[in-house]
C-alpha cells in the first residue's frame, strides 16, 4: 500500500505529495529484481553449456578426421557458434555444423579465406593441398608480363 501525506506547512505550491512506500511494495520491487536475476543467471549457464558443447563437438571432429586430440580446453569458443582450434598451425573452425580450415590468400597472404566445409578425409587433404583460397581483388594465376 502507498500513502500519501501532505506538507503540513504552507508554501509557494499548495500541496506537496510524498509517496511513502511499505513493506508489500519493497518486496514486489525485489520479488521483480529476482525474475531479472534469474533470467540472467538462466542465460549465463545455457551460453555455458552451449560453448561446453561446441568445445565437445570440435574436439570430436578432429579426433575423426586428423587423429589428434585436442584438449577441449585448447579450444576457443567465439560468439557462442564458432569454436576455434589449432592442430599443427591449421586453423579449424566449427560453425553450426560446418567444418572448415582458415587460410590466408594464397597471392598476398593478407585476407583469411574459409575452406569448404569437409565432412571426411579427403575433403580435408582437398583442403589442406588443392585448395587455393584468394582474396577478390588477387587475380588468379600472375600476369604473362611478369
Do not use: K
Not at 579426433?63 to 582450434?85: D, H, K, M, S, Y
Amino acid at each position: 500500500m502507498i500513502a500519501t501525506v501532505m506538507n503540513p506547512i504552507p508554501s509557494a505550491a499548495a500541496t506537496d505529495v510524498v509517496l511513502i512506500e511499505d513493506a508489500p511494495s519493497r518486496r514486489a520491487a525485489a520479488g521483480a529484481a529476482d525474475w531479472r536475476a534469474a533470467a540472467i543467471a538462466e542465460y549465463e549457464q545455457s551460453r555455458e553449456a552451449g560453448a561446453a558443447t561446441r568445445r565437445a563437438a570440435l574436439v570430436e571432429r578432429l579426433r575423426e578426421l586428423t587423429g589428434r586430440v585436442v584438449p577441449p580446453e585448447r579450444v576457443i569458443v567465439q560468439e557462442g557458434r564458432r569454436a576455434l582450434a589449432w592442430v599443427d598451425g591449421v586453423q579449424f573452425r566449427l560453425e553450426g555444423t560446418e567444418l572448415t580450415i582458415a587460410r590466408g590468400c594464397v597471392h598476398c597472404g593478407l585476407g583469411e579465406m574459409t575452406s569448404p566445409p569437409m565432412r571426411t578425409r579427403a575433403e580435408l587433404g582437398y583442403a589442406l593441398i588443392g585448395w587455393e583460397p584468394r582474396c577478390t581483388q588477387c587475380p588468379a594465376e600472375d600476369p604473362p608480363e611478369w
